[in-house]
Nanobody, 122 residues
Framework: VQLQASGGGLVQAGGSLRLSCVTS????????MAWYRQAPGKQRELVAK???????YYADSVKGRFTVSRDNAKNTVYLQMNSLKAEDTGVYYC?????????????????WGQGTLVTVSS
């Protein structure tokens, strides 16, 4: 299973970006699709996630500004980021948890994308 993230870039404070992450491979099912970020000199943190049942979670720092959504038919998760702040700068990683198809039946996977850089200038 491979994840390909895109959509990062340089934006001014107050601007918007939309990140995408496509999951490919022999996918049997997908449960959680999430976005993490790692700011320079800091640990990776969970930003937002979407669960199979339609539930969502947001870090307090992004509530009201970021929206996570998913297209199950395309195995894709999105992160719409509005009202961006300088402190949102970092490398954003997508993470997908699910099961892949094998000859012997479904096997769990927990995969990460390569990261996409978001830089917000103040």
């Amino acid at each position: 299973v491979q994840l390909q993230a895109s959509g990062g870039g340089l934006v001014q404070a107050g601007g918007s970006l939309r990140l995408s992450c496509v999951t490919s491979g022999r996918i049997f099912s997908i449960n959680t699709m999430a976005w993490y970020r790692q700011a320079p000199g800091k640990q990776r943190e969970l930003v937002a996630k979407s669960t199979t049942g339609g539930g969502t979670y947001y870090a307090d720092s992004v509530k009201g500004r970021f929206t996570v959504s998913r297209d199950n038919a395309k195995n894709t998760v999105y992160l719409q980021m509005n009202s961006l702040k300088a402190e949102d700068t970092g490398v954003y990683y997508c993470n997908v948890i699910g099961a892949r198809s094998t000859t012997w039946g479904p096997v769990p996977f927990d995969s990460w994308g390569q990261g996409t850089l978001v830089t917000v200038s103040s």
